[in-house]
T-cell receptor, first 115, second 113 residues
Framework: DGGITQSPKYLFRKEGQNVTLSCEQN?????MYWYRQDPGQGLRLIYY???????QKGDIAEGYSVSREKKESFPLTVTSAQKNPTAFYLC??????????????FGDGTRLSIL | AQSVAQPEDQVNVAEGNPLTVKCTYS??????LFWYVQYPNRGLQFLLK??????LVKGSYGFEAEFNKSQTSFHLKKPSALVSDSALYFC???????????FGTGTRLLVSP
C-alpha cells in the first residue's frame, strides 16, 4: 500500500543536540511538506519542496533545515538553534501535476520532546 | 494574506444528532477549501474539498460542507453524529495563486453516547 512513513514515532533531544526526523513516501508525489503542530495553534508550515533538489522556507523555518536529494525522501533536522522544539511534527505530500486542488496526504507524525 | 478561523475550540453533540463545525476564511481571489480529521497521535486524513461548482460538497464518512461566498464560510456538517466521529477537525484554505495552504487551529468534536 502506498503512503507516507515518518520515523521515529517518538524522539527525545538533549540540549545542544541536532536531531533528524525521517519522512519517506512511495506515492510518487512531487511536493512534500513539513508542519509543526502545537496544542491550540493548528499546523504551521516549516519547509516545503516542490521538486527534487529544491525547497522553500515556510512560516517558521528558523532553527530547522531540510534536504530533498530524492523524490521519496524529505528529512527534517531540528537544530540546536530551535529553542522550543517540543511539538508534534507532521510530514505531508501532494501530487503537483494534478493541480493545486489536490489534497495533501499526511504521515502519522513524530513527537519530539526535550530531555 | 490568507487566514482561516475556527471559532469553536470544542463542539459537543449527542450521538444521532446533527453536527456542525464552523470555519470562516479570508483570502484574495477564489479559495480552495479543505476539511481534514485527526485522531489521537495520527496524521490528518482528508475529508472533502471545495474547488468550484456546487456549493454543497459531499465527502468521506457521511460528512458534507457548504461553501458560502457571501459569508466566507465553509462549515462542516453531518446529519447524524457517531461516537466514532469524535476527533480533531481542521479547516484549511489556499489561494489559487499560492502553493501553501493555511490551517485553522482545529475544533475538537466530542460525540456522547
Amino acid at each position: 500500500d502506498g503512503g507516507i512513513t515518518q520515523s521515529p514515532k517518538y524522539l527525545f533531544r538533549k540540549e545542544g543536540q541536532n536531531v533528524t526526523l525521517s519522512c519517506e513516501q512511495n506515492l510518487n508525489h512531487d511536493a512534500m511538506y513539513w508542519y509543526r503542530q502545537d496544542p491550540g495553534q493548528g499546523l504551521r508550515l516549516i519547509y516545503y519542496s516542490q521538486i527534487v533538489n529544491d525547497f522553500q522556507k515556510g512560516d517558521i523555518a528558523e532553527g530547522y533545515s531540510v534536504s530533498r536529494e530524492k523524490k521519496e525522501s524529505f528529512p527534517l533536522t531540528v537544530t540546536s538553534a530551535q529553542k522550543n522544539p517540543t511539538a508534534f511534527y507532521l510530514c505531508a505530500s501532494k501530487m503537483q501535476s494534478e493541480g493545486l486542488g489536490q489534497p495533501q496526504h499526511f504521515g502519522d507524525g513524530t513527537r519530539l520532546s526535550i530531555l | 494574506a490568507q487566514s482561516v478561523a475556527q471559532p469553536e475550540d470544542q463542539v459537543n453533540v449527542a450521538e444521532g444528532n446533527p453536527l456542525t463545525v464552523k470555519c470562516t476564511y479570508s483570502v484574495s481571489g477564489n479559495p480552495y477549501l479543505f476539511w481534514y480529521v485527526q485522531y489521537p497521535n495520527r496524521g490528518l486524513q482528508f475529508l472533502l474539498k471545495y474547488i468550484t461548482g456546487d456549493n454543497l460538497v459531499k465527502g468521506s464518512y457521511g460528512f458534507e460542507a457548504e461553501f458560502n461566498k457571501s459569508q466566507t464560510s465553509f462549515h462542516l456538517k453531518k446529519p447524524s453524529a457517531l461516537v466514532s466521529d469524535s476527533a480533531l477537525y481542521f479547516c484549511a484554505v489556499m489561494n489559487t495563486g499560492f502553493q501553501k495552504r493555511v490551517f485553522g487551529t482545529g475544533t475538537r468534536l466530542l460525540v456522547s453516547p
